[in-house]
């Protein structure tokens, strides 16, 4: 009983010294935190409403890629023959991508360009030797087929992709190239991908960059990925076609697209002092004055990453790397003569610090954090607009580009603001630029593994036999537990708790049990794709 006396004395103390610094100290704070993060929303409500509204402008006016600049298939010519083709290196790099390096490599040598006018690149920084065996035995099979294919490999990985794709350039093969087309190692281009592409760089010497999208083949894979296509989708149905259409300028997403060599040249190649090499030189390229276009009707078939550890790693590199590269290419802009002023400001404003920085900080900040703890502060002021009508309007904004998932429109909702935590986390390394901000994890790719083990296995290949195959290969709850997303879940359920108990004015308690429980769910590690060991 004296135990419990105690304890029921540290509760009472503990609400006291609460109710003591709650009105005085934590409510004028946490207003701060609201007014602020209301100023963030409303940015990015304002970015929503102008891309959508440039999106009306481009489909009523019908401003294609075509219709802006020059495009005429390129013809034979009869006295120069095949030598009127510009000569194009296809660019493969890979690291480790056992299970589907074949897919990129027959789909590059089946491209359809003149013969002696392409050279397929194959960059392999594998360090598994049965991995890097079974590349080499695949470029030298098409070899054997007349396909001009290089199989080149370095003795060490650094810079990662940026180095690889550098090192790939330094050949006396490749500097005699005019074009060059990168598609990372799960990107399966169409036959007639060089012939819908290169004639916007032949005929329009302005341009740099020729972007195709990317068409997702396992988006119906697991509820994770169904997720992840309706994010990519806005990305590639509204920025993309927004940057193209407006500014010329949109950030290369590294593969799936055809660079100039001499616009690659003149910005200063490759460079790898952030985790996003392709977004570096995109930047760098149209500071010096080259467009860029995107070509929304040319789809790549490629894979999103199904395993939750995979698009984590994924999600980290997307965030850290864009934040970085902001601290470091800010007095670049800044002093740039090159360009005007307002695309200047749009780089500055629009493409970096809303975009990047702002839409991953207060989706987790205001979402996940302020909103749960103004229900534990009933002194401040959190305006209904602020909380919901704009979050839902931009919400509805962004899943209009995948009318197909709105049925999935709450799960999205939940899914994002949970992987916001690891996105925010890893903004704020990129803008401190602390730790290992370089590191470079490549994304795990299944390819067909998952098809093959059903197939083989039938009908013993079910959820229930995966999850029993974990726990039998000695899986252990510990490996797959994520104890941010446990500690966020818990302070959410525990807000949900307390706004259901005393009745909250606004009602957010249906909105904090649903998002805990998320939290939760993926803390737990159950989410994505489960990739049984089958022996």
Same mark, same amino acid.
């Given at each position: 009983m004296?135990d /419990?006396?105690?304890?029921s004395?540290?509760?009472?103390q503990?609400i006291? !010294? ?8 934590v409510?004028?704070l946490?207003?701060?935190?609201i007014n602020?993060c209301?100023?963030m ?8 409403i102008?891309?959508c509204?440039?999106?009306?402008f481009?489909?009523?006016l019908r401003?294609?890629p075509?219709?802006v600049y020059k495009?005429? #298939?390129i ?7 095949n030598? &009127? =083709? #510009? ?6 790099p890979m =690291?480790?991508e056992?299970?589907v390096?074949q897919l990129?490599?027959q789909a590059? +040598?089946g491209?359809?360009?003149p ?5 397929v ?7 598994d030797p049965t ?5 080499k035995?695949?470029c ?7 396909i001009n294919i290089k $199989?080149e490999i370095?003795?060490?990985r650094?810079g $990662?992709?940026?180095g690889a !794709?550098?090192q790939g350039m330094? %050949?006396?093969?490749?500097?005699k +190239?005019d074009y @060059? ?5 799960d990107f399966?281009?169409?036959?007639d991908?060089l ?8 005929h329009n010497?302005?341009?740099a960059l020729v972007?195709?999208?990317w068409?997702?083949v396992?988006s119906d894979?697991c509820?994770m990925t169904?997720?992840?296509e309706?994010?990519?989708? *806005?990305?590639?149905s509204v920025e993309?076609r927004?940057g193209s &259409?407006? =500014?010329?300028f ?8 055809v660079?100039?060599i001499r ?7 490759w460079n ?5 090499e392709d977004?570096?030189l995109?930047v760098?390229a149209s500071l +010096?004055?080259?467009?860029f276009?995107y070509?929304?009707d040319?789809e790549v ?5 199904s ?7 994924q999600?980290h590199?997307?965030?850290?790397? #864009?934040?970085?590269l902001?601290?470091?290419?800010l007095p670049t ?5 090159v360009?005007?002023?307002w695309?200047?400001?749009?780089m500055i %404003?629009?493409f ?5 920085i /702002?839409?991953?900080?207060?989706t987790?900040?205001? =979402?996940?954090m @302020?909103i749960?703890a ?6 401040v002021?959190l305006?209904?607009w602020g909380a919901? %009508?704009?979050p ?7 899943a209009?580009t995948?009318p197909k998932s709105?049925?999935? !429109? ?6 994002e603001?949970?992987?916001s !935590?690891?996105r925010?986390?890893?903004t704020?390394i ?6 290992n901000?370089n ?8 390819g067909?593994l998952m098809? *093959?083990?059903s197939a083989k *296995?039938g009908?013993k ?5 995966m999850?029993s195959?974990?726990? &039998?290969?000695?899986?252990k709850?510990s490996e797959r537990?994520?104890?941010l ?10 807000c949900?708790? $307390?706004d259901?108990y *005393? ?6 308690f /249906?909105y904090?049990?649903l998002q805990?429980?998320?939290?939760l769910?993926?803390?737990?590690? %159950?989410?994505?794709?489960?990739? #049984?060991n089958?022996?």
């Amino acid at each position: 009983m004296g135990d /419990v006396g105690g304890v029921s004395v540290l509760v009472n103390q503990a609400i006291e !010294l609460w109710l003591s610094v709650r009105a005085p100290i934590v409510a004028p704070l946490l207003q701060f935190a609201i007014n602020a993060c209301l100023v963030m929303v409303t940015m990015l409500f304002i970015e929503r409403i102008f891309m959508c509204g440039v999106m009306v402008f481009v489909k009523l006016l019908r401003r294609t890629p075509e219709s802006v600049y020059k495009f005429e #298939p390129i013809r034979d010519d009869l006295e120069f023959g095949n030598s &009127a =083709y #510009p000569l194009v290196l296809v660019q493969i790099p890979m =690291y480790n991508e056992r299970e589907v390096y074949q897919l990129s490599i027959q789909a590059a +040598c089946g491209l359809s360009w003149p013969a002696d006018r392409i050279i397929v690149q194959v960059l392999d920084d594998s360090t598994d030797p049965t991995t890097k065996e079974l590349v080499k035995i695949e470029c030298q099979r098409w070899a054997s087929k007349g396909i001009n294919i290089k $199989y080149e490999i370095r003795s060490n990985r650094k810079g $990662y992709k940026a180095g690889a !794709l550098k090192q790939g350039m330094r %050949y006396a093969y490749a500097q005699k +190239c005019d074009y @060059v087309a990168i598609f990372d190692a799960d990107f399966q281009p169409e036959p007639d991908f060089l012939w819908r592409t290169v004639p916007f760089l032949v005929h329009n010497p302005e341009i740099a960059l020729v972007q195709a999208r990317w068409k997702f083949v396992n988006s119906d894979e697991c509820l994770m990925t169904k997720m992840q296509e309706v994010s990519l989708n *806005y990305h590639f149905s509204v920025e993309q076609r927004v940057g193209s &259409a407006t =500014y010329g300028f949109f950030g290369f997403n590294g593969t799936a697209g055809v660079w100039r060599i001499r616009a690659m040249e003149e910005a200063g190649g490759w460079n790898d002092r952030t985790t996003v090499e392709d977004m570096d030189l995109a930047v760098r390229a149209s500071l +010096c004055g080259w467009k860029f276009v995107y070509l929304h009707d040319l789809e790549v078939k490629n894979e999103l990453p199904s395993t939750f550890q995979a698009f984590r790693f994924q999600q980290h590199r997307w965030s850290c790397g #864009p934040a970085n590269l902001f601290r470091k290419v800010l007095p670049t802009i800044l002093n740039n003569k090159v360009n005007p002023l307002w695309k200047r400001l749009h780089m500055i %404003y629009a493409f970096f610090f809303v975009r990047k920085i /702002v839409a991953h900080i207060v989706t987790f900040t205001f =979402y996940c954090m @302020v909103i749960p703890a103004s229900v534990l502060v009933p002194e401040v002021d959190l305006p209904f607009w602020g909380a919901v %009508y704009v979050p839902s309007t931009i919400t509805l904004l962004n899943a209009i580009t995948a009318p197909k998932s709105l049925h999935l !429109l709450v799960f999205w909702i939940l899914f994002e603001n949970v992987m916001s !935590l690891h996105r925010t986390k890893a903004t704020i390394i990129g803008l401190l630029d602390i730790g290992n901000v370089n590191e470079w994890i490549v994304t795990e790719k299944l390819g067909n593994l998952m098809k *093959y083990r059903s197939a083989k *296995y039938g009908k013993k290949y079910t959820l229930q036999r995966m999850a029993s195959n974990l726990l &039998a290969r000695g899986w252990k709850m510990s490996e797959r537990m994520h104890l941010l997303e446990l500690w966020t879940g818990g302070f959410l359920m525990f807000c949900a708790g $307390y706004d259901f108990y *005393y009745q909250g004015k606004n009602h957010f308690f /249906v909105y904090l049990f649903l998002q805990s429980c998320a939290f939760l769910v993926m803390g737990f590690g %159950y989410v994505g794709t489960f990739v #049984p060991n089958y022996a």
